[in-house]
């Protein structure tokens, strides 16, 4: 991941919404966002089980300060009327933001296990790390530790859901194949065989929004 801290944020949608909401997390609220100071890059994911059209958005930040910083507030208490149409339409909302723990490995992969937990887990974090990437097929594992602090600042934006959910901890695994990441989390302490899977499908990184430099004159 780039930089030092991150907001995972996930929802459900209606059928009928799904289609507004992606034009809208595409065209506007992924541009928007990445405008906030410390917002690095913007990673979109489904889940797998397509039973329900539930989505995680993983953003990279600078570092951990981002979530509560005054530039992210600001666009919190401004929504856009898109979002203002959006937000009360989300379900089983979930957010949280923080820093990151412990990593090992590099680069990203396609599929992704995302693994909410209560409380960060005991024992070396990087270890744990160090273990889970170098499983076969696996691509980077990392914790992410939430402030919960920061995370729970009552925002108009906040205010257009039905209920936000949270988490103290979040445990990520990125692989190649869903049989890979299947596999890595089979050799948890304890194991872990039925933790949802998501599938990328939208990137955004910041740079990709700064104009190039004019080239020179010939």
């Known amino acids: ?3 030092g801290g991150f907001l995972a944020i996930w929802s459900e949608l209606s059928p009928e919404d799904e289609t507004d909401w992606a034009h809208w997390m595409m065209r506007e609220h992924s541009l928007e966002r990445l405008g906030v100071d410390g917002f690095l890059a913007c990673r ?7 039973s329900a059209n ?5 953003y990279e930040l600078d570092s951990a ?3 509560g910083g005054p530039s992210y507030l600001a666009r919190l208490n401004a929504p856009t009327p898109w979002s203002q149409r959006i937000m009360p339409r989300l379900k089983n909302f979930a957010r949280g933001g923080g820093r990151v723990a412990a990593s090992a490995g590099i680069g990203q992969g396609g599929y992704l296990a995302a693994l909410r937990l209560d409380a960060a887990p005991d024992g070396d ?5 160090r273990i889970l990437a170098g499983h076969d097929r696996i691509a980077a594992a990392r914790l992410l530790l939430t402030d919960l602090a920061q995370t729970s600042i009552q925002t108009r934006e906040k205010g257009l ?3 936000d959910d949270s988490f103290a901890a979040l445990l990520i695994v990125e692989g190649l194949d869903e049989a890979s990441i299947r596999s890595a989390l089979g050799n948890l302490p304890p194991p872990t065989t039925d933790a949802p ?4 499908c939208f990137n955004l990184d910041r740079r990709l929004l700064t104009p190039a430099p004019p080239s020179p004159g010939r």
Request: net charge positive; proline share 0%.
């Open 54 to 58: 539930r989505y995680l958005i993983l």
């Open 44 to 50: 979109l994911f489904r889940a797998l089980d397509r």
């Open 65 to 67: 300060e981002a979530v």
């Open 1 to 3: 991941m780039k930089g």
């Open 125 to 129: 974090a990087d270890e744990l790390c």
């Open 197 to 200: 899977l998501y599938s990328a």
């Open 161 to 163: 859901r039905r209920a």
